[in-house]
Structures are given as C-alpha cells and as structure tokens.
C-alpha cells in the first residue's frame, strides 16, 4: 500500500541521514532527469541501491513515469515511476537543526521530485520561491498520504495542502520550525 510504501521511504531517509551524519540528499531542483542523476533523493537512493524503486510508485496511482521540471520521463525510459514528492527544505540539511520531526513533512503523495510550501505570505523562506506543491487527492478523492521526518506516516485530508494555501503548525515543511 502507499502508505507501507511511505514508510520504506521514510527508513531509507533515516538510513541515509545515519550514513551521511544527519545530513539530508541534496535536491537537483528544476532539472531533467538526466541532470539528476545523483543529485536528488529518488536518483541516490537507486544509484545506491538502497531501496527497491518499486516503493516509488503509489499503487493508487492513475500516472506513471517521473516528472522533474518542466518533462516527464515515461516509466520505460526512467525505469521507475516517481508518485511522490519531496521536502525542498531538507536539501542537504543536518537533522540536527530540526525541532519538531513529527510535524515536518518529508515526503508525500503527488508529482515532481520536490515541493515546497510556505508557512505564511510573509514567511522566512520565501526568498526559495513561491508554494509549488506538487500534492495529490488519489486516495478518495480527498486524502494524501505523508511520512515525517521522524518515521511516522499517516493520511490527512487534503483540501488544505495546494500551492494557494500555508502550511499548518501539526504539518508542515521548515526544518526550524513554524513561521509564526
């Protein structure tokens, strides 16, 4: 299920981060997926082997292949399909700086290899750019799925997570903390 997958996802972070002393895979941002290649999260993981890339696509899935930038990748060609996204503001962040694991977002259901969704107009992180929040309702027509940064994963209706909204203090994606 999507939210077993989650899960895997969320224990190959934290085998990562204890590898790479807390620290977080970089992001490749708004790239193709040819630039990719070690440079975010779902390509490190393969080049490393350590998950089965299967785990990246949510079996409630109605799209396949990998959308990075402006292109999608079809399945056959990326070798995978990617129905997740990913915390932008964890790019190469240590874990150490984060103060509250269980309300920040590491990875969730929808497309792009990142997302990144503000706290509030006026919020600290802005200088990152604008909401982009790749987020999906495939599970009931209104329900996400999302694992934290401390391993927990859970679904949340999801009315409330898309690129003209803010963040909430129980789910959101600074490392730091809310903006209040």
């Not at 089965?52 to 990326?78: H, M, Q, R, Y």
Request: proline share 3%.
């Amino acid at each position: 299920s999507c939210i077993s997958n989650l899960k895997q996802i969320g224990l190959t972070f934290a085998i990562y981060t204890d590898d790479y002393n807390g620290v977080h895979p970089p992001c490749g941002g708004y790239v193709t997926l040819a630039n990719l290649k070690n440079k975010d999260w779902f390509t490190i993981f393969d080049e490393l082997d350590l998950i089965d890339t299967k785990l990246f696509d949510c079996p409630a899935a109605t799209t396949s292949g990998v959308s990075v930038g402006n292109e999608t990748v079809s399945k056959a060609d990326a070798g995978y399909s990617l129905n997740y996204t990913r915390n932008y503001y964890m790019r190469g962040k240590s874990n150490v700086i984060v103060k509250e694991p269980s309300a920040v977002i590491n990875v969730l259901d929808g497309r792009n290899n990142y997302s990144r969704w503000l706290c509030k107009a006026d919020c600290k992180y802005k200088s990152d750019g604008a909401n982009y929040i790749w987020t999906t309702t495939r599970h009931s027509g209104t329900n996400t799925n999302m694992v934290h940064l401390d391993g927990h994963a859970e679904t949340v209706k999801t009315d409330w997570v898309n690129a003209n909204t803010y963040a909430t203090k129980q789910h959101y994606y600074h490392p730091e903390g809310f903006c209040n």
